[in-house]
């Protein structure tokens, strides 16, 4: 049966089970199983082997049952990086994507940049700040072991000089750049507990650790960036939509100036950003 077949009949099963998508996620299930891209798939006269059949079944079923599909591939595309994921770890979402956007345009005007990425993760937005702002001197944190050498991995693979080191929030390098910081940035987890339980299954897959937060998380943010922040140096946090004047707020009682909430693609709140007077 070829390729394009396949996906036909993957995508039935996988509307039959209400799963989103159910074309765009056969088809990237099935590239990353033969090793081609989900426009080779149709150019493929070639079917499938036993092997290659009985690893797509599996791969339905487990995404029927809320796998995440980064989990069955493991692999997420973020910005101009391909992100290897795996359990343990946050999965990097595109939205996220404009939390660089608002983190270059702050340190545009400056050569060579301080940046640091509290809770680095995979380490997407620190990588991709050092990538698209060369010259920039980035550095990372992240509480979890296994993030901080996933992220560590990815800077080796790519070439990126970027120094990741384990600890909470800016404790590992607040006494070593305190006032020498041109770019606070942050994807801090920000559901709130009461929330973990309603989301959908595969966003649960991601640690309870990364996803749950409350205000506190960014007032000990804006706390610790006050103080390795130089005159003038950024702040720039991802806020769920329904958070983002509350974020706000909270950057202009730490003493944060010109502080605006900036929307996503889909107009919803999604990044809030302040400066050190």
Known sequence: MRPSE?????????????????????????????GTSRTGLYVREEGLSASEAKRFGRAL???CTGTPVQHLTGEQGFRRLVLTVRPGVFIPRPETEIVVDVALEA??????????DVGTGTGAIGLSIALEHPGARVMAT???????????????????????????????????????????????????PSDIEGLPTEVRADPIAALAGDMRVYERIFAQSGTVLRTGGAVVVEVADARGEAVADAARAAGFIEVRVRPDLTGRDRVVEGYRP
């Open 107 to 116: 340190i545009a005007g400056i050569e060579s940049p301080v940046v640091v």
């Open 142 to 192: 992240d509480r979890s072991a296994d993030a901080v050498e996933l992220a560590r991995a990815h800077a080796a693979r790519f070439g990126l000089d970027v120094d990741i080191r384990e600890g909470d929030l800016l404790g590992p390098i607040a006494s070593e750049l305190a006032g020498s910081v041109d770019l606070v940035v942050s994807n801090p987890p920000y559901v709130a």
């Open 61 to 63: 079923c487990r995404r």
């Open 6 to 34: 396949v996906v036909r009949r993957g995508a039935g099963y996988l509307e039959r089970h209400d799963v989103d998508q159910p074309i765009a996620t056969a088809e990237t299930l099935l590239a990353s199983i033969l």
